[in-house]
């Protein structure tokens, strides 16, 4: 359990943050950064439901919400060397993670019509901040891709960042009338 009496510690005032393990890096690493696009993703996900006013959506992102705390746990804990066991203080995401996600997604995805243009960000203010969330949940899964290219990374991580930007799209959708009122592309409509 996480226990925070001082928010301030000074430890970090010479530019470096401190992981699960005890080790510290410079707050500009990969490793930070992946996680610091999962927190900022969440941020989003949190002004999406003070928009929502739907019980059923909003349940699904407060989930969403816990399972990105765990997977920033987990991108701040290296994966330990092969042969080593993972620290004590390991939190993993796990594949039935990703499987709620892929039930959710596939629930909200049997309301609406199938495409028939890519859709513009925008519609109405869920739909709207969930595209928000979806571009930066897709640019916090490149960041964690770039990580893994250097680092071993809980491929458990990464599905679960792949399905969720799907589901902050559909989401999106779905706040739009089930699709009804989502905003059309035009190829060269301003040529």
Same mark, same amino acid.
């Given at each position: ?31 930070? &950064? ?8 969440? *941020? =989003?996900?949190? #002004?999406? &439901? ?9 349940? /699904? ?7 990105? @705390? ?5 991108? $701040? ?15 993993? /995401?796990?594949? *039935? ?20 243009? @890519? ?5 109405? +203010?869920? $739909? ?5 969330? &979806?571009? =930066?949940? &897709? ?7 770039? #990580? $893994?290219? $250097?680092?071993?990374?809980? +491929? ?10 799907? @589901?902050? @799209? =559909? ?21």
């Amino acid at each position: 359990m996480v226990k925070l009496n001082k928010i301030y510690t000074r430890t970090g005032d010479d530019g470096t943050t401190g992981l699960v393990d005890g080790s510290r890096l410079s707050k500009d690493d990969i490793r930070v &950064r992946a996680y610091g696009d999962v927190d900022e993703t969440n *941020s =989003v996900i949190g #002004l999406v &439901r003070l928009t929502l006013e739907n019980r059923r959506l909003d349940d /699904m992102l407060l989930r969403i919400q816990n399972d990105l @705390f765990d997977l920033g746990a987990d991108l $701040a804990t290296p994966l330990p060397a092969k042969g080593e066991a993972d620290s004590e203080y390991a939190l993993r /995401m796990v594949e *039935s993670q990703s499987t709620r996600l892929e039930e959710e997604l596939d629930a909200l995805n049997a309301d609406l019509q199938p495409l028939t243009s @890519f859709v513009l960000p925008g519609g109405s +203010p869920p $739909a709207a901040y969930l595209h928000q969330a &979806r571009t =930066v949940c &897709r640019r916090a899964e490149r960041v964690c891709v770039a #990580l $893994a290219e $250097a680092h071993p990374v809980n +491929p458990a991580a990464l599905t679960y960042l792949n399905r969720l930007s799907d @589901f902050l @799209f =559909v989401a999106a959708r779905w706040c739009n009338d089930q699709g009804q009122t989502d905003v059309k592309w035009v190829p060269g409509a301003n040529r």
